[in-house]
């Protein structure tokens, strides 16, 4: 056994070691699950859909037998071939740039990551295809090569076989090994497996990361880069309960969120709240917001909501009881068409914007999301200050949701299905906090530059929600995720900005 062969990896020193080289398993070394199947799983359903998840789960039980019984090798090509077979590579590229590295960070094993972090070079030696986990590993880790295994491809799209080196596992890790590194011997080899046990005896000193599936994960603050960015649309890890769970519900949740949404842009929006609690979505209000306007000559209230759905601008209607005109940076025209409140797009001509919610305020009260995108993590974004200069009535509105299924927002698919994943979720909850109006001192009115006002607000809510302010921007977002500005052209147009 391997376990007998190394010592424990506790009794590795992390001291002195800025000048070695580091070369770690991933599956129960870097990682403390020692099942990949969650990984390829997001693969499947986030590039592939529900029929590809299905597919997967299916042949996921020969996959086991096969790695269990036959060879290590052999179940792992099933695991490949099932979740990647016809995918176009730049849709694994962009799932694994986009949605693997949340959940990967999440389960960071903390022994291995103190040696591992501990080292000036660092090396990951892992029979998961390159493709998919070279992304978190250089851009979150720090990791400086990443030897795995190779998938065939054809036309820009993956075969579902392996390249002739074949799969990373036993001696071929070590082949590797030597073919990377030559005749230079690595300082440190960390493996969890019988089979690491080739590739570690090349190195100075071997590791072994005993199974401690209780063991806690490193937390966000400690990673060398904190995840503010991801995409995909599962918030849980789809182990093989939760991805058969998810195959089950979706016939059911999906009628149930045509039901709702039907609910939410048909029926009065004094009625809206109490659907909704009848549905099963749960709308919780906090603090006391403004009565609407009254008086002709008064301009309304300006809302300045944190963004985390394109539902924000519907959801602060329904816990105000009346429909709240939003400003937006373009949202899907399906969503437009389904939403209950008039939705304005945005044209980024700064004159125009101005001109418009100035009109629009005179008309009654509106709501604007300053951040321009959504974030899912605990962060608000840079606000834009326009909002700023042009009405000194505003209200600053903490938004926050919680879901158990699926994320309402995504930045690489269709923006049209993203009011029906948040609704397909089995009972999703909105939390709206109306906090003070800003005093009149602290406004343009009274001197204050439009971006001492934005931030001060940024900073209030951001407070009020236990967030994290950033200078982080759409463009930033998109650029993360998606690998564009986030910006699209439309033909009769000018440039406009995608979605929320």
């Given amino acids: 056994m391997a376990s007998s062969t190394f010592p424990t990896v506790n009794k590795c020193t992390s001291i002195g070691r800025e000048k070695h080289t580091v070369v770690a398993d991933m599956d129960g070394t870097l990682l403390i699950g020692r099942s990949s199947f969650p990984y390829f799983a997001l693969i499947a359903f986030e590039a592939g859909g529900v029929l590809r998840l299905l597919f997967y789960l299916l042949a996921s039980p020969i996959a086991g037998l096969l790695y269990y019984f036959i060879s290590e090798s052999a179940g792992i090509q099933v695991l490949i071939f099932a979740s990647m077979a016809g995918m176009k590579l730049s849709s694994i590229e962009s799932v694994a740039r986009a949605v693997l590295p949340k959940f990967y960070s999440g389960d960071l094993h903390p022994e291995t990551w103190r040696?591992?972090?501990?080292?000036?070079k660092r090396c990951v030696l892992t029979a998961n295809p390159r493709i998919m986990v070279e992304p978190f590993l250089k851009d979150f880790l720090g990791a400086d090569l990443v030897l795995g295994t190779e998938i065939g491809t054809y036309k820009g799209r993956a075969t579902g076989l392996i390249c002739k080196d074949g799969i990373l596992v036993g001696e071929?890790?070590?082949?590797a090994l030597k073919k990377a590194f030559g005749e230079e011997q690595p300082d440190v080899g960390l493996g969890d497996r019988l089979t690491d046990a080739p590739f570690m005896a090349l190195c100075k000193e071997g590791y072994i990361v005993p199974s401690k599936p209780k063991v806690k994960a490193v937390t966000s603050d400690k990673l060398p880069k904190p995840i503010i960015f991801h995409d995909g649309r599962l918030v849980q890890k789809p182990t093989p309960l939760m991805a058969l769970l998810i195959i089950l519900w979706i016939p059911i949740g999906f009628p149930l969120a045509c039901l709702r949404i039907a609910a939410g842009s048909l029926l009065p929006m004094k009625m809206v709240y109490h659907a909704f609690?009848?549905?099963?979505?749960?709308?919780?209000?906090?603090?006391?917001?403004?009565?609407?306007?009254?008086?002709s000559n008064q301009t309304g209230v300006l809302f300045i909501c944190s963004h985390r759905t394109l539902l924000d601008p519907i959801f602060?209607?329904?816990?105000?009881?009346?429909?709240?005109?939003?400003?937006?940076?373009?949202?899907?025209?399906?969503?437009?068409i389904i939403s209950p409140i008039k939705t304005v797009r945005l044209s980024r001509d700064r004159a125009t914007d101005a001109s418009m919610i100035k009109k629009l305020l005179k008309e009654g009260d509106l709501a604007i999301c300053p951040e321009g995108t959504t974030c899912r993590e605990p962060f608000l974004l840079r606000f834009s200050a326009l909002f700023a200069e042009l009405t000194d009535e505003l209200v600053p509105v903490a938004m926050v949701n919680r879901m158990s299924m699926f994320h309402g927002t995504t930045a690489r698919g269709w923006k049209g299905m993203d009011p029906f994943y948040f609704f397909m979720n089995p009972s999703p909850v909105y939390e709206v906090t109306f906090l003070n109006k800003l005093p009149t001192e602290l406004t343009c009115g009274s001197g204050k530059s439009s971006h001492d006002v934005a931030n001060y607000i940024q900073r209030v809510i951001a407070a009020t929600l236990s967030y994290e302010c950033t200078s982080f921007t759409r463009?930033?977002?998109?650029?993360?995720?998606?690998?564009?500005?986030?910006?699209?052209?439309?033909?009769?147009?000018?440039?406009?900005?995608?979605?929320?």
């Fill in 115 to 120: 040696v591992f972090s501990s080292c000036g």
């Fill in 316 to 336: 602060l209607s329904t816990a105000l009881r009346r429909p709240i005109p939003a400003v937006t940076y373009s949202v899907s025209r399906l969503s437009e």
């Fill in 172 to 175: 071929k890790k070590a082949d």
């Fill in 475 to 500: 463009r930033d977002k998109y650029r993360a995720l998606a690998g564009n500005d986030g910006t699209v052209v439309e033909k009769p147009k000018a440039n406009k900005v995608m979605g929320c």
């Fill in 277 to 295: 609690w009848a549905l099963g979505v749960r709308v919780i209000v906090k603090g006391t917001p403004p009565p609407p306007v009254e008086k």
